[in-house]
């Protein structure tokens, strides 16, 4: 029987979950040479990387395990996405994950790339048990504030889910809403929830500045997003505020 070339065997390993692809690689005979053995080795190197993975998330996972520990069934984290721009939305997200759910590369969005933002983005909302998000537009903040804008924003996002958490994990903040709260420091980089939730208010928010630039060119809104660069404090100088500039963040500009 002719024995099966290197390439047959990468291509065979790779339709395989990393684990089974290991153990399959290391139950062949040793007759296959050493190019069989690095690939083996290199699937344990990878299966060594997802053990890790999964650590780091399951330790993210603990706060989410006392609230179903604690007998609540929908863990809902909340998190936002421009506060500190001068112009644009403030945009909350509210995310239940599955109980258990692991999502590799999840971590607060200011730690990931855009590519694995938006891959992650879609996974969310596939996995979620449910999600909402909620938009504050700028005239309100001008109206409000930008905290309490901020806060409106999770009670919107939380408003609209279809299924409603029973127990809330926020980052500092306490919301009017007849849900049980929890409010963790960081809360974005040490719970699962939280982090998916920052994902959903950062990418919508990216999406809705990407398009507003496209209504109001010349600002530079698809780059860096409504936030205060030296190229968009340049702008306002040179042309004035549009209609999505919050005009008491720019007070200094104008």
């Not at 109206?143 to 127990?167: G, H, Q, S, W």
Request: proline share 4%; aromatic share 8%.
């Amino acid at each position: 029987m002719k024995k099966p070339t290197i390439k047959s065997l990468k291509e065979k390993a790779e339709s395989m979950e990393i684990t089974e692809a290991y153990k399959w690689l290391s139950s062949l005979p040793e007759e296959y040479g050493e190019s069989v053995k690095k690939l083996a080795d290199k699937y344990y190197k990878r299966m060594e990387l997802m053990k890790k993975e999964e650590e780091r998330l399951l330790a993210m996972s603990s706060l989410e395990s006392e609230a179903y520990g604690n007998g609540y069934c929908f863990v809902g984290g909340i998190d936002e996405a421009g506060r500190g721009p001068l112009a644009g939305p403030v945009v909350a997200a509210c995310v239940i994950l599955p109980k258990g759910c692991l999502l590799h590369k999840l971590n607060d969005s200011k730690k990931l790339s855009s590519a694995v933002r938006y891959e992650l983005y879609t996974r969310i909302k596939a996995e979620a048990v449910s999600y909402g998000i909620g938009i504050v537009e700028n005239y309100i903040i001008d109206d409000i504030n930008i905290y309490e804008a901020t806060k409106k924003a999770m009670e919107l996002a939380v408003n609209c889910m279809k299924t409603r958490p029973d127990f809330l994990i926020i980052d500092a903040v306490k919301l009017k809403l007849d849900i049980p709260q929890k409010a963790v420091p960081k809360a974005d980089q040490n719970s699962v929830s939280v982090a998916a939730a920052s994902i959903l208010a950062k990418v919508t928010r990216d999406r809705m500045m990407e398009k507003l630039d496209g209504i109001y060119p010349g600002y530079g809104f698809a780059r860096h997003k409504g936030y205060g660069t030296a190229e968009h404090i340049a702008a306002i100088k040179e042309k004035g505020l549009c209609p999505i500039h919050r005009i008491s963040f720019t007070k200094n500009f104008v």
